[in-house]
Structure formats: C-alpha cells, structure tokens
C-alpha cells in the first residue's frame, strides 16, 4: 500500500494531522501537537500486575518541562504496581514514553496520553515488568527464528444495563451478529469501536456476539434485575507486542464509554451456565521479510503453520496460567460451548483448541460475480490466513499469554518432530460426539490448581534464557494457588442442580471485574 494511502484514511487523527505514520513522531511532534490544540495536561499510561491500564496525571507547567517528561519520562513506584514481584526496598521504575502510541484523550478534556514502558534505575528495560517481559519473549523468537510474529485479539465482553424497555426480546443464546432493535445499545458499541480505532487504528470490526441472558437474579445490586448483551472488538494484525497494548487499551476503552452511558461492562469468562462465556482468542502469523509464511503455493496451511500449532499445542496446558486465571474460567471450559476442553486443532472448528480459520485462499475478487459493473479486479497484497487459539479468556493476563504464545511458537517452529507431533492431534468434526477421540486427547487443566501445576512443570521452557524471570513465574503460580479451587467442580457436581446452579453463579459473579 502506498503511504498516501496508509496516511489519508488513518483511523488515527494524529496521522492525518502530523502527516507522519505513528513509527515517525518524535518529540517536536508531540509537542506541536501539545501546542497547537491547547493540550494542558499529559496522561502517562502503561499496565500494572493486574493487567489494567494506569495512569499518571502530569500537567502541562511549561514547554521545558513538557520536553523534560518526553524525554527522560517520570517514577513510579513499581512495588505497588507489581505486588508480590517487586520488593519495596526496591521499587522505584521510570516510565518512558512511546511517542508512536500517543492519541488525544476520549476521556479527559484537553489531554494527550501515551503509553509508557517500563525502566530500571540503570536507564534499561526493566527485568520483571509485563511489557519487557513480551519484548524478549519477541526479541528471542525473532532470533531463534528469523520471523516476525504477528497477532490480533478478539475482545469479547457484556454490557449491563436495566432491561427495561422489554421491545424486540431476542432469543436465548441467539444475537450473534444481531442487529437492532434485538440489540439495544449499538450507540455504546458504536462508540467502542470508533474510539478503539482512533487509538489503535487496528481495529477490524465490531459486533453482538451469541450470549444474551435477561433478568438476572443476583444478590449484588449490580446484575440483580439487569440485562446482559454479548459484544465482541476484533483487531487487524500488528506486531505482537503491539497487539498487547491494543486489547488492553481496548477494555479501558469498554469500561469508560460504559460508564460514560451508566452501563457496567464485564469480560468475566463465565455469567451463567448454558450461556455464552468471553472469550480472549488470539490469531497469530508468521512472516519473513515481510512475507506470510502461513501457507504453500497451493492455498493450504504450510508447514511453518503447522509447525506454529504444535508449539501451541505442546504449551497449552501451561499457557492456561496466563490465559485463564481464576476459577470461573475452568466454568467456561466444558464441551459443546464453543469452548476447547482438550489438546487438538482442526480447521474451522470451534470446539478445537487451535483452529485454522477461512483465510481467503484460492479465491478472489468474490464480490465482482455480485457486481457485474465492477471490471477491473483487485490484486490482495496481504496474505489473511492465521492459526487462533482459543484457550483464553477475560481474565486472561495479556502480556504474559502473549510472552508464552511467543515461547510456544519458537518451540513449534525450531523443533524437529513439531510436524509429526502436529499430525497426530488433527481432528474433524465435532470431538465432543466421538468417546473414544476423547479418551485419547489430553485434557486442559479443570482448576486455577491444575494450572498452576502445569506452570510449574513446564517453568523451565519459560525462564529459559532469562525470559521469564523467577519471579513471574512464581507471581503467576501464587496468584493461581490463591483461589484454593482444588475441589471447586468435585463440589459443584454433590449438589442438586438448583444449588449447583446457585453456587456457579457465585463463583462466576465474585469475579465480574477481573483484569
């Protein structure tokens, strides 16, 4: 694509202003931009241990000390930022902007914010910080390999909010890609979505998703009586460590312009039995030189792709730590709910843990057929195919999934019987419908315990190299540990199916803002 192109109809509206593509800025950008719209404060923003974004509030006092906050960043205190990781006698961290992720804030009037990243007192990367952690895992991968890892999340969430019009009631389980009035709140996700594309620009699209539960019973005043509507934000493919810092932009984004409206919005795995769990999908790519590897000369999935899913496969148990972190993720994974229980791939398949969706491959230019006016044809540059997996969920920790998926992938990709390996766990069709396929397939870890066993067995793949430091990995295994969720499905299957029922609920509900 020429850059005229990439520049004129950018989501971003620095771009179009600044006439430079994000990569381009530097200082004396930012700071046209800071003196031309009157910017009279600066919101530094970056990830805590928690995975929400955080923020630090600086005003603009003068040009000088402006210049001074762009260049050399500001301190924070890294002991409350990352609880059981960092000691308090050793807690101070700079954070250092990133020109490229500058956006004029949505929320706060006359503010800039920018995404920061995380440094030492020695002025490099900090070792134990979730950003820098990713940015090795990529940096390793891209030197064990020689490719360039490329992903792209599918944030799925709930909005919240009285049902109190009881026009258009939509069916159970029904409203995938529903449109009003079955939905009901399209200006909210409207504004989602062109929020998060102005921000990121890459997003892909929006839309209402399966779930939709009514009348909730609830003794927190927050869902008793309210309605639930499944939405979903899907992005473009970007470079791993960017697609990070998109879905945790994405989900402030969610909860503000839901608060902005007097709604709740949640990314909770699981709301309630028999509907629709949030999912945390990730589509990864491989590419040289800027080049997909993801297929052969005839269409179909190449051997690099393969190769990528035996990685994933082989670390799923395991990358269950990061992506699926509290007990009520273990509710959403259970068969015929379009979610994976068992270690396999399949094309197409969404009850597989690694599907290779359609791709756009050995077909083209569909729509002329449709529009017969059209004569000239288009020549697609891009190669679309991906490999998803399907393991995570809301609670998911974003850049240590993305770390693992990195560890996971290098592994798939280097190893030596990855095709052999990979071979063996196709399947097709619906697994759930063949007994004796699933007595053969290994099982996903069933408790936040079982992950955290995983974790520790496999500990060795992650801290290889200094990749994952000690103590990650031990935060990730004591934060899992912490629910005590050893028995939780053994108890659950005692009771009668009213009180299971109850007591789900509570263990969905207690962790309705996770993440």
Avoid at 262 to 279: M, R
Avoid at 343 to 366: D, I, K
Avoid at 409 to 436: M, P, Y
Wanted: with cysteine; net charge neutral.
């Amino acid at each position: 694509m020429e850059r005229e192109e990439l520049l004129s109809m950018n989501a971003n509206p620095l771009v179009r202003e600044l006439g430079k593509l994000p990569e381009e800025w530097r200082r004396q950008d930012l700071l046209d931009v800071i003196e031309r719209r009157g910017i009279t404060n600066i919101r530094f923003r970056y990830p805590g241990s928690d995975g929400r974004l955080k923020e630090l509030k600086l005003p603009v006092n003068s040009r000088c000390h402006v210049e001074r906050l762009l260049a050399e960043g500001e301190r924070v205190d890294g002991s409350s930022l990352f609880k059981g990781m960092i000691d308090q006698a050793a807690g101070d961290l700079y954070v250092i902007p990133v020109y490229k992720t500058a956006f004029p804030d949505p929320f706060a009037e006359n503010a800039l914010s920018i995404y920061c990243r995380f440094y030492d007192k020695s002025g490099k990367p900090a070792a134990i910080t979730p950003d820098n952690v990713l940015a090795r895992a990529n940096e390793r991968f891209r030197k064990k390999t020689g490719l360039e890892l490329l992903a792209f999340g599918e944030v799925e969430y709930y909005l919240i909010y009285d049902d109190e019009r009881r026009l258009f009631p939509p069916k159970p389980q029904a409203t995938y890609h529903e449109s009003a009035p079955f939905v009901k709140r399209q200006e909210v996700t409207d504004e989602i979505m062109l929020t998060v594309a102005q921000i990121t620009g890459h997003v892909k699209y929006t839309h209402s998703e399966v779930g939709n539960i009514s009348e909730v019973r609830s003794e927190q005043p927050e869902l008793d009586g309210k309605h639930m509507e499944q939405h979903e934000v899907e992005f473009l493919p970007a470079p791993i460590e960017d697609a990070a810092r998109y879905v945790v932009l994405c989900k402030w984004v969610i909860r503000n312009v839901a608060m902005k409206h007097g709604l709740n919005a949640t990314f909770a795995p699981k709301l309630d039995e028999g509907d629709a769990g949030s999912g945390l999908h990730f589509h990864l790519a491989c590419r040289k030189n800027g080049k997909s590897l993801m297929t052969d000369a005839k269409g179909n999935l190449s051997a690099t792709g393969k190769k990528m899913i035996a990685g994933l496969l082989d670390f799923s148990p395991s990358l269950t730590a990061f992506g699926n972190t509290v007990p009520s993720a273990y509710l959403r994974l259970v068969p015929n709910q379009e979610a994976p229980t068992k270690v396999c791939w399949s094309e197409t398949n969404r009850c597989a843990l690694v599907r290779v969706p359609l791709g756009w491959q050995n077909v083209s230019n569909m729509a002329m057929r449709e529009n017969p006016a059209q004569e000239e044809p288009f020549t697609m540059e891009e190669n679309l195919q991906t490999v998803e997996f399907r393991v995570p969920d809301g609670s998911a920790d974003v850049y240590m999934l993305l770390a693992g998926l990195c560890a996971a992938v290098e592994k798939g990709v280097t190893g030596k019987n990855s095709l052999q390996a990979v071979n063996r766990l196709h399947v097709v069709g619906n697994i759930f419908r063949n007994e004796t396929l699933m007595k053969k397939l290994k099982s996903l870890p069933a408790s936040c315990r079982e992950s955290a066993m995983a974790l520790e067995k496999a500990r060795g793949q992650y801290e290889k190299d200094g990749v994952f430091p000690r103590e990650v990995i031990d935060f990730a295994i004591n934060r899992l540990l912490a629910h005590d969720d050893e028995h939780m499905n053994d108890e659950l299957a005692k009771l009668s199916n009213k009180d299971r029922l109850r007591e789900a609920r509570k263990i969905m509900y207690k962790f309705l803002h996770i993440m």
